[in-house]
T-cell receptor, first 113, second 112 residues
Framework: EAGVTQFPSHSVIEKGQTVTLRCDPISGHDNLYWYRRVMGKEIKFLLHFVKESKQDESGMPNNRFLAERTGGTYSTLKVQPAELEDSGVYFC???????????FGEGSRLTVL | GENVEQHPSTLSVQEGDSAVIKCTYSDSASNYFPWYKQELGKRPQLIIDIRSNVGEKKDQRIAVTLNKTAKHFSLHITETQPEDSAVYFCAANGGSARQLTFGSGTQLTVLP
């Protein structure tokens, strides 16, 4: 069974540019989460989808971040325009149940110059 | 919301020694406490978890203890091996939305 896959693995962009990260969860997992780890700090929650609906987006930093999950399958996280403080590793995770084990992707490392 | 504090941030032990990582949480309603291991360049993976109805859980060389009164839980690794070297994250599911809140991670290095 394929795990959670994320693309790209690494993206380097300049301040003000746009980046779109993609996550393909494990097939059949209704719950999809985005997390971010900045500069060796905690893995911080961004938002949670249940199927195509945003269950909780309280962790989204500001309106420069837009997440979508059309059709309840893969998800995208767009940062527009990117700022220096957006640099970090963006993790996607999925789970069958809300309180169950999270299966993480390998992360997308974003570097904003 | 939930706040999870994790200590130490770095830990070096000799192969064969034990390692202990400690976490505290703020929301007394938290009832699920997983531990994730992230090896260099790889994805975080669940290694053990505990629910609030038990005080201790063990899986081979790994154990987790939970003190609900004090709101802290710990990861214990015995007979450490070089392959245990990784970043370890604790988490708790407190807060109104019950999402997992992670600690800041512990870089464990097992010296041969």
């Amino acid at each position: 069974e394929a795990g959670v896959t994320q693309f790209p693995s690494h993206s380097v962009i300049e301040k003000g540019q746009t980046v779109t990260l993609r996550c393909d969860p494990i097939s059949g997992h209704d719950n999809l989460y985005w997390y971010r780890r900045v500069m060796g700090k905690e893995i911080k929650f961004l938002l949670h989808f249940v199927k195509e609906s945003k269950q909780d987006e309280s962790g989204m930093p500001n309106n420069r971040f837009l997440a979508e999950r059309t059709g309840g399958t893969y998800s995208t996280l767009k940062v527009q325009p990117a700022e220096l403080e957006d640099s970090g590793v963006y993790f996607c995770a999925s789970s069958q149940q809300t309180t169950g084990e999270l299966f993480f992707g390998e992360g997308s490392r974003l570097t904003v110059l | 919301g939930e706040n999870v504090e994790q200590h130490p941030s770095t830990l070096s032990v000799q192969e064969g020694d034990s390692a202990v990582i400690k976490c505290t949480y703020s929301d007394s309603a938290s009832n699920y406490f997983p531990w994730y291991k992230q090896e260099l360049g790889k994805r975080p993976q669940l290694i053990i978890d505990i629910r609030s109805n038990v005080g201790e859980k063990k899986d081979q060389r790994i154990a987790v203890t939970l003190n609900k009164t004090a709101k802290h839980f710990s990861l214990h690794i015995t007979e450490t091996q070089p392959e245990d070297s990784a970043v370890y994250f604790c988490a708790a599911n407190g807060g109104s939305a019950r999402q997992l809140t992670f600690g800041s991670g512990t870089q464990l290095t097992v010296l041969p």
